[in-house]
């Protein structure tokens, strides 16, 4: 028989909180969420967050109204959670069970002692887990008994309320279980080439009807080994409706310019620009013109397109100050100018601590991208001790081929501007080596 599915609202990351607490999130849903769920008799399901960049809110809509059961940590008072949490209650009468970190003190709307506290020690993972276990798996067992929980519901009269559609549960489970089938086989396929890549989408069927999450799965893998004119070609095949969303637009415009393509790239970030400003795009605009700028001859052209990059990458900081990556570009293309930009002393460390704070937020897991900035910073900081550290957590969180190759690229001017000006680079060069190491040839 198959078990009712529960699906899990709570943050993916540690956090630390106001009070200096951190909480490691990857051990309270592995240690305490995920087995108590399973001793209830039901099978976790987690909203987790998606590696190719953007929100996907259809498939959480879809979870939030299906799986019969819901758990939600509201810990840290994240946006997020609080927001599944109101479409859950607004659509579930009764089902879903609310913990938070013992300490934590719970916003009015839901400190009305039906959460579940547990507590956490010092090092942010859950402790008392044998009591907290039990505790959960109570509740979650009381939730069965399908008594009203939802405060709207309770609340207000005369609500009605929905159905559970088996039928539509189990179209969701095998949706989502063809859905992991498929991507272990893009992750394998990746492994072994695009030409492995192209005979799994010869399986997928017309381009033009995947749904939103099979063409995100094939994207990505195509990017994740540098097959630009590919991921160029799935995009222009997409619907209409996949085609014009934000985050495909970003890839295509990223696939553009690598194929050198970099008029009709811009020209598709300024058209995504204009709908709505974001560090993502503004990043990957600045690219384009620090791309031009590499490839330019001309010393007064050089120094417009370098200005133009710098503008780009600034804006994007701007516009998100918690995102450190169009930072780490403006002040390592700030560095290069000649003489040095003199915003670059007042930026350096707003950049740096936006960096940190990313490392620190990204718990035990931080990606490729969080240690390549701290790589390019500690560089352009001369902390040649700690840019070898994070040259190693980098090459040990690779990813896609164009990660290591991105970095190599962009230490070597900044390389280079350190020659200008007299500085020792060749310790520099040696991290630029080890990364070009990494690069598929």
Known sequence: MKRPLCFVLMPYHSAVESDGQRIDFEAVYSRLIVPAIESAG?????A???PRGGIFQKNMFEQLVVCEYAVADLSTGNANVYYELGVRHGLRPYSTVLLFRKGWRLPLDVAHGAALEYPVGTSGEPIDLADTRANLVARLRQA???????PVYQLVSGLPQPGVDHERIDTFRDQAHRDERLRQQLDEAAHAGPAAMRAVETQLGELGDLDLSTALSLLVSYRSVSAW???????????RPVYRLDVVQEQFAMALNRCGKDVEAERVLKALLRKRPSSETYGLLGRVYKDRWQEEQSLSRRAGLLGRAIDAYLRGFETDWRDPYPGVNAVALMSSATPPDPRLSDLLPIVRYAADRRLTRSGPDPDYWDHATDLLLAVLMSEEDRAHRALECALAAIRDHFEPETTARDL???AEAMRRRGADAA???????????VVPR
């Open 229 to 239: 004119e590919e991921v160029v070609r799935v995009v222009q095949a997409f619907a």
């Open 427 to 437: 310790w520099v060069d040696e991290i630029i080596v080890d990364l070009q190491a």
């Open 42 to 46: 039901m099978s976790p399901l987690q």
């Open 412 to 414: 070597s001017w900044v």
């Open 144 to 150: 069965r008994q399908a008594s009203i929980d939802s």
């Open 48 to 50: 987790r967050e998606d």
